[in-house]
């Protein structure tokens, strides 16, 4: 004869402690890879920068030689930045300037994109991304997300600048 109990089937499932161990790790898994994309992004980001300046740096150099000197306007170098600003805050603003564009075009036709916004250098309402070039003292400079970053072109000193940027200058010769 067969008793009740042996037709009992036992219900088996998880733990509410299984299941916190399991929430647990997902959730430190999600940590890392957020944490790592983050850096993934910064590093393309930058690699973009110093790929444009490097182009600028060029086109500098033909533009000096065939007309003896370096352009007279200053402005900010490349295309899409929010507003036509690479550089706003507390200190001022610079923005693009169409000029500056005119006389670079017969050696740059396309301007490279080197940043699609602009990020916080962590002092004040300073607002920085891509690169500028002065004109008066012939330099350009651009910022690379992250502190002690290696602005990876010839010359060019880097110096931290706030909290959360590299401010990367190369001096045109």
């Known amino acids: 004869m067969i008793t009740s109990s042996s037709h009992r ?6 733990t509410i402690v299984e299941l916190l161990v399991v929430i647990v790790v997902i959730a430190i898994l999600a940590a890392i890879t957020i944490v790592a994309y983050g850096g993934i992004t ?3 980001n930058n690699a973009r920068v110093i790929s444009g300046v490097e182009s600028y740096v060029k086109v500098f150099g033909l533009y000096k030689a065939d007309n003896s000197g370096y352009p007279t306007q200053t402005g900010c170098l490349g295309a899409n930045y929010p507003g036509g600003y690479c550089w706003q805050g507390d200190s001022g603003a610079y923005q693009t300037n ?3 564009d005119a006389v670079l075009a017969q050696y740059l036709p396309q301007k490279p994109v080197l940043v699609t916004s602009l990020f916080s250098i962590g002092i004040g309402n300073n607002m920085r991304g891509g690169a500028l070039y ?5 330099k350009l400079v651009f910022y690379l997300q992250g502190v002690n970053q290696n602005c990876s072109i010839a010359g060019a000193t880097a110096v931290t600048e706030g909290s959360s940027v590299t401010q990367c200058t190369v001096q045109l010769q």
């Open 42 to 44: 910064q590093r393309a």
């Open 9 to 14: 089937s036992r219900a088996r499932g998880f």
């Open 134 to 138: 002065h004109s008066s003292d012939g």
């Open 98 to 100: 169409p000029a500056l």
